[in-house]
Protein backbone atom coordinates (compact mmCIF):
# COMPACT_ATOMS: atom_id res chain seq x y z
CA UNK A 1 0.00 0.00 0.00
CA UNK A 2 1.11 3.08 -1.07
CA UNK A 3 1.37 6.29 1.36
CA UNK A 4 2.17 10.37 0.99
CA UNK A 5 3.37 12.04 4.62
CA UNK A 6 1.32 14.92 6.39
CA UNK A 7 4.24 17.23 5.69
CA UNK A 8 3.73 16.80 1.80
CA UNK A 9 0.10 17.85 2.12
CA UNK A 10 0.69 20.54 4.23
CA UNK A 11 3.13 21.78 1.47
CA UNK A 12 1.34 21.13 -1.70
CA UNK A 13 -1.61 22.81 -0.43
CA UNK A 14 -0.51 25.90 1.63
CA UNK A 15 -1.67 24.54 4.48
CA UNK A 16 -1.83 26.09 7.61
CA UNK A 17 -0.43 23.57 10.74
CA UNK A 18 -1.63 24.71 13.98
CA UNK A 19 -0.09 21.72 16.32
CA UNK A 20 3.71 22.45 15.27
CA UNK A 21 4.53 20.91 18.45
CA UNK A 22 3.12 17.48 16.58
CA UNK A 23 6.27 15.77 14.97
CA UNK A 24 4.89 14.57 11.78
CA UNK A 25 7.95 12.36 10.05
CA UNK A 26 5.65 8.83 10.75
CA UNK A 27 2.03 10.31 10.43
CA UNK A 28 0.85 9.28 6.70
CA UNK A 29 -2.13 9.11 4.27
CA UNK A 30 -3.30 5.92 3.01
CA UNK A 31 -6.80 6.69 1.60
CA UNK A 32 -7.99 8.77 -1.80
CA UNK A 33 -10.81 9.59 -0.33
CA UNK A 34 -11.76 12.33 2.34
CA UNK A 35 -14.59 12.84 4.86
CA UNK A 36 -16.57 15.48 6.24
CA UNK A 37 -17.46 13.78 10.04
CA UNK A 38 -21.20 15.13 10.03
CA UNK A 39 -22.85 12.01 11.09
CA UNK A 40 -19.68 11.56 13.68
CA UNK A 41 -20.39 14.70 14.87
CA UNK A 42 -24.04 13.26 15.58
CA UNK A 43 -22.69 10.38 17.19
CA UNK A 44 -23.12 7.90 14.46
CA UNK A 45 -19.68 6.18 14.09
CA UNK A 46 -21.00 3.06 12.22
CA UNK A 47 -18.77 2.33 9.04
CA UNK A 48 -16.61 5.65 9.79
CA UNK A 49 -13.40 5.36 8.18
CA UNK A 50 -10.61 6.62 10.67
CA UNK A 51 -8.01 6.03 7.49
CA UNK A 52 -9.41 9.08 6.25
CA UNK A 53 -8.48 12.88 6.33
CA UNK A 54 -11.31 14.35 8.40
CA UNK A 55 -12.58 17.84 6.88
CA UNK A 56 -14.84 20.38 9.02
CA UNK A 57 -16.37 23.01 6.97
CA UNK A 58 -18.78 26.19 7.64
CA UNK A 59 -21.72 23.24 8.38
CA UNK A 60 -19.87 21.03 10.90
CA UNK A 61 -18.66 24.25 12.15
CA UNK A 62 -21.86 25.29 12.48
CA UNK A 63 -23.09 22.68 14.29
CA UNK A 64 -20.82 22.50 16.67
CA UNK A 65 -21.50 25.92 18.32
CA UNK A 66 -25.48 24.92 18.62
CA UNK A 67 -24.76 21.83 20.92
CA UNK A 68 -22.90 22.94 23.36
CA UNK A 69 -19.41 23.42 24.48
CA UNK A 70 -19.14 19.53 26.61
CA UNK A 71 -21.08 17.97 23.49
CA UNK A 72 -18.63 19.29 21.24
CA UNK A 73 -15.79 17.84 23.30
CA UNK A 74 -16.83 14.77 23.64
CA UNK A 75 -17.75 14.40 19.91
CA UNK A 76 -14.53 15.65 18.87
CA UNK A 77 -12.41 13.23 21.46
CA UNK A 78 -14.50 10.06 19.93
CA UNK A 79 -13.18 11.29 16.35
CA UNK A 80 -9.35 11.38 17.83
CA UNK A 81 -10.10 7.90 19.35
CA UNK A 82 -9.91 6.77 15.85
CA UNK A 83 -6.83 7.91 15.32
CA UNK A 84 -7.27 9.35 12.46
CA UNK A 85 -4.88 10.84 10.58
CA UNK A 86 -5.35 14.66 10.56
CA UNK A 87 -7.94 17.08 10.71
CA UNK A 88 -8.99 19.87 8.07
CA UNK A 89 -10.87 23.22 9.12
CA UNK A 90 -11.78 24.97 5.59
CA UNK A 91 -12.88 28.62 5.93
CA UNK A 92 -10.18 29.87 7.76
CA UNK A 93 -12.88 28.62 10.30
CA UNK A 94 -11.49 29.62 14.04
CA UNK A 95 -10.64 26.29 16.15
CA UNK A 96 -11.33 25.90 19.52
CA UNK A 97 -8.55 25.89 21.87
CA UNK A 98 -9.20 23.02 23.96
CA UNK A 99 -9.72 21.20 20.44
CA UNK A 100 -6.01 21.41 19.52
CA UNK A 101 -4.52 21.21 23.61
CA UNK A 102 -7.07 17.67 22.55
CA UNK A 103 -5.46 16.71 19.45
CA UNK A 104 -1.42 17.66 20.67
CA UNK A 105 -2.49 15.05 23.63
CA UNK A 106 -3.57 12.29 20.79
CA UNK A 107 -0.61 13.49 18.38
CA UNK A 108 -3.41 14.32 15.49
CA UNK A 109 -2.22 17.14 13.16
CA UNK A 110 -5.16 19.68 13.02
CA UNK A 111 -4.85 22.04 9.80
CA UNK A 112 -6.88 24.83 8.33
CA UNK A 113 -6.98 25.85 4.58
CA UNK A 114 -8.86 29.64 3.88
CA UNK A 115 -10.40 27.72 0.66
CA UNK A 116 -14.07 26.72 0.63
CA UNK A 117 -14.97 22.82 1.77
CA UNK A 118 -15.67 21.81 -1.73
CA UNK A 119 -13.06 23.27 -3.66
CA UNK A 120 -10.80 21.70 -1.01
CA UNK A 121 -12.34 18.28 -1.17
CA UNK A 122 -11.74 18.52 -5.06
CA UNK A 123 -8.09 19.20 -5.03
CA UNK A 124 -6.89 17.10 -2.30
CA UNK A 125 -8.80 14.19 -3.67
CA UNK A 126 -7.55 14.61 -7.11
CA UNK A 127 -3.71 15.25 -6.04
CA UNK A 128 -3.78 11.96 -3.41
CA UNK A 129 -5.33 10.14 -6.16
CA UNK A 130 -2.18 11.18 -8.31
CA UNK A 131 -0.23 10.80 -5.00
CA UNK A 132 -1.14 7.11 -4.19
CA UNK A 133 -1.80 5.53 -7.90
CA UNK A 134 -0.83 2.20 -8.34
CA UNK A 135 2.50 2.50 -10.10
CA UNK A 136 5.52 0.34 -11.83
CA UNK A 137 8.48 1.35 -13.57
CA UNK A 138 9.62 -0.24 -16.82
CA UNK A 139 12.57 0.26 -19.51
CA UNK A 140 12.15 2.76 -21.80
CA UNK A 141 12.12 6.60 -22.88
CA UNK A 142 8.89 8.84 -22.62
CA UNK A 143 8.95 12.19 -24.78
CA UNK A 144 6.04 14.54 -25.31
CA UNK A 145 5.79 14.71 -29.41
CA UNK A 146 2.96 17.45 -30.30
CA UNK A 147 1.31 16.85 -26.73
CA UNK A 148 0.59 13.32 -27.31
CA UNK A 149 2.94 11.14 -24.53
CA UNK A 150 5.01 8.43 -26.66
CA UNK A 151 6.79 5.70 -25.24
CA UNK A 152 9.33 4.43 -26.45
CA UNK A 153 10.63 0.86 -25.53
CA UNK A 154 12.72 -1.93 -27.31
CA UNK A 155 16.10 -3.50 -25.89
CA UNK A 156 18.71 -2.24 -24.40
CA UNK A 157 21.28 -0.83 -27.10
CA UNK A 158 18.69 -0.55 -30.26
CA UNK A 159 18.05 2.74 -30.11
CA UNK A 160 15.67 4.51 -27.91
CA UNK A 161 18.02 7.05 -26.50
CA UNK A 162 19.28 8.16 -29.93
CA UNK A 163 15.69 8.55 -30.96
CA UNK A 164 14.70 10.50 -28.10
CA UNK A 165 17.51 12.95 -28.51
CA UNK A 166 16.82 13.75 -32.35
CA UNK A 167 13.25 13.96 -31.09
CA UNK A 168 14.56 16.46 -28.77
CA UNK A 169 16.33 18.47 -31.35
CA UNK A 170 13.40 18.92 -33.57
CA UNK A 171 11.63 20.88 -30.53
CA UNK A 172 9.72 18.23 -28.53
CA UNK A 173 9.80 17.56 -25.09
CA UNK A 174 11.81 15.10 -22.92
CA UNK A 175 9.89 12.97 -19.59
CA UNK A 176 12.55 10.56 -19.04
CA UNK A 177 15.20 8.38 -20.26
CA UNK A 178 15.88 5.08 -19.41
CA UNK A 179 13.65 4.21 -16.65
CA UNK A 180 9.80 5.42 -16.93
CA UNK A 181 7.71 5.12 -13.57
CA UNK A 182 4.20 4.88 -14.35
CA UNK A 183 1.10 5.64 -12.75
CA UNK A 184 -2.65 4.72 -13.07
CA UNK A 185 -4.22 7.47 -11.88
CA UNK A 186 -7.43 6.37 -13.64
CA UNK A 187 -8.84 3.37 -15.36
CA UNK A 188 -8.20 5.75 -18.74
CA UNK A 189 -5.10 7.53 -17.67
CA UNK A 190 -1.68 6.51 -16.83
CA UNK A 191 0.83 9.18 -16.30
CA UNK A 192 4.72 8.67 -16.66
CA UNK A 193 7.63 10.18 -14.70
CA UNK A 194 11.12 9.69 -14.50
CA UNK A 195 12.52 8.68 -11.10
CA UNK A 196 14.27 12.05 -9.22
CA UNK A 197 17.77 10.80 -9.47
CA UNK A 198 17.69 10.32 -13.55
CA UNK A 199 15.64 13.12 -14.30
CA UNK A 200 16.53 15.06 -17.72
CA UNK A 201 19.19 12.94 -18.09
CA UNK A 202 19.72 10.56 -21.24
CA UNK A 203 22.76 8.30 -21.35
CA UNK A 204 24.05 7.80 -24.89
CA UNK A 205 26.45 4.94 -25.79
CA UNK A 206 30.33 5.61 -26.40
CA UNK A 207 29.30 9.40 -25.06
CA UNK A 208 28.19 9.31 -21.58
CA UNK A 209 25.70 10.77 -19.73
CA UNK A 210 24.16 14.26 -20.88
CA UNK A 211 21.82 16.75 -19.36
CA UNK A 212 19.39 17.91 -21.92
CA UNK A 213 17.73 20.81 -19.91
CA UNK A 214 21.30 22.72 -20.09
CA UNK A 215 21.88 21.38 -23.31
CA UNK A 216 18.75 22.22 -24.48
CA UNK A 217 17.30 24.62 -22.48
CA UNK A 218 14.11 24.61 -20.02
CA UNK A 219 11.90 24.36 -22.99
CA UNK A 220 13.25 20.72 -23.84
CA UNK A 221 12.04 18.61 -20.70
CA UNK A 222 9.30 18.23 -18.87
CA UNK A 223 8.23 16.27 -15.20
CA UNK A 224 4.85 14.40 -16.22
CA UNK A 225 3.18 13.30 -19.62
CA UNK A 226 0.16 10.66 -20.17
CA UNK A 227 1.16 8.48 -22.15
CA UNK A 228 -1.27 7.97 -25.11
CA UNK A 229 1.03 5.87 -27.73
CA UNK A 230 3.93 3.42 -27.75
CA UNK A 231 6.64 2.38 -30.07
CA UNK A 232 8.38 -0.70 -29.83
CA UNK A 233 11.48 -0.76 -31.57
CA UNK A 234 12.80 -4.07 -32.73
CA UNK A 235 15.44 -5.96 -34.94
CA UNK A 236 14.77 -6.39 -38.53
CA UNK A 237 13.26 -9.54 -39.20
CA UNK A 238 13.09 -10.42 -42.81
CA UNK A 239 10.87 -13.51 -42.12
CA UNK A 240 8.85 -11.42 -39.95
CA UNK A 241 5.54 -10.22 -41.02
CA UNK A 242 4.85 -6.26 -40.20
CA UNK A 243 1.75 -4.44 -40.47
CA UNK A 244 1.68 -2.24 -43.70
CA UNK A 245 -1.84 -0.81 -42.81
CA UNK A 246 -2.90 -0.07 -39.70
CA UNK A 247 -6.48 -1.16 -39.73
CA UNK A 248 -6.59 -2.79 -36.68
CA UNK A 249 -5.26 -1.72 -33.90
CA UNK A 250 -2.99 -3.20 -31.66
CA UNK A 251 -2.41 -2.83 -27.85
CA UNK A 252 -0.24 -3.27 -24.77
CA UNK A 253 -1.06 -3.43 -21.52
CA UNK A 254 0.16 -1.37 -17.94
CA UNK A 255 -1.49 -1.84 -14.83
CA UNK A 256 -4.95 -2.77 -16.60
CA UNK A 257 -5.32 -0.06 -18.98
CA UNK A 258 -4.54 -0.64 -22.81
CA UNK A 259 -2.53 1.33 -24.52
CA UNK A 260 -1.97 1.68 -28.57
CA UNK A 261 1.34 -0.08 -29.57
CA UNK A 262 3.02 0.19 -32.90
CA UNK A 263 6.08 -2.77 -33.37
CA UNK A 264 8.40 -0.20 -35.69
CA UNK A 265 11.42 -2.79 -37.29
CA UNK A 266 14.72 -1.55 -37.47
CA UNK A 267 16.91 -1.47 -40.63
CA UNK A 268 19.70 1.31 -41.39
CA UNK A 269 19.15 4.47 -42.46
CA UNK A 270 15.69 4.62 -41.01
CA UNK A 271 14.82 7.86 -39.81
CA UNK A 272 13.77 7.42 -36.48
CA UNK A 273 12.59 10.22 -35.13
CA UNK A 274 10.51 11.21 -38.01
CA UNK A 275 8.64 7.68 -37.66
CA UNK A 276 7.96 8.59 -34.16
CA UNK A 277 6.60 11.96 -35.47
CA UNK A 278 4.51 10.85 -38.10
CA UNK A 279 3.19 8.07 -35.78
CA UNK A 280 1.94 10.67 -32.98
CA UNK A 281 0.56 12.50 -35.59
CA UNK A 282 -1.12 10.03 -37.33
CA UNK A 283 -2.50 8.80 -33.52
CA UNK A 284 -4.13 12.44 -33.10
CA UNK A 285 -6.03 12.29 -36.45
CA UNK A 286 -7.42 8.84 -35.48
CA UNK A 287 -8.72 10.86 -31.99
CA UNK A 288 -10.07 13.56 -34.13
CA UNK A 289 -12.00 11.09 -36.61
CA UNK A 290 -9.62 10.72 -39.39
CA UNK A 291 -8.28 7.38 -40.27
CA UNK A 292 -5.80 7.09 -43.04
CA UNK A 293 -5.18 3.59 -43.52
CA UNK A 294 -9.18 3.02 -43.65
CA UNK A 295 -9.76 5.96 -45.93
CA UNK A 296 -7.48 4.07 -48.21
CA UNK A 297 -9.30 0.92 -47.76
CA UNK A 298 -12.71 2.83 -49.12
CA UNK A 299 -11.03 4.10 -52.04
CA UNK A 300 -9.88 0.41 -53.18
CA UNK A 301 -12.76 -0.96 -52.37
CA UNK A 302 -14.72 2.09 -54.34
CA UNK A 303 -12.51 1.58 -57.13
CA UNK A 304 -12.93 -1.92 -57.54
CA UNK A 305 -17.08 -1.53 -57.29
CA UNK A 306 -16.93 0.38 -60.10
CA UNK A 307 -15.33 -1.52 -62.40
Not at 93 to 103: D, F, H, L, T, W
Not at 259 to 279: F, K, Q, T
Amino acid sequence: MYTVEIQKLIDKLHLENLTQEIPLEKITISQTDVNRPALQLAGYFDYFDSNRIQVIGHVEASYLQTIGHGKEMEMMKKIMDHQVPCIVYCRSIEVNPEVIKMALEYNIPILRSDKTTSSFMAEVIRWLNVELAPRISIHGVLVDVFGEGLLIMGESGIGKSEAALELIKRGHRLVTDDVVEIKKVSDDTLIGTAPDITRHFIELRGIGIIDVKTLFGVESVKDTQCIDLVIKLEEWNKDEEYDRLGLEEKYTEFLGNKVVCHSIPIRPGRNLAIICESAAVNYRQKKMGYNAARELYNRVTNNLMNK
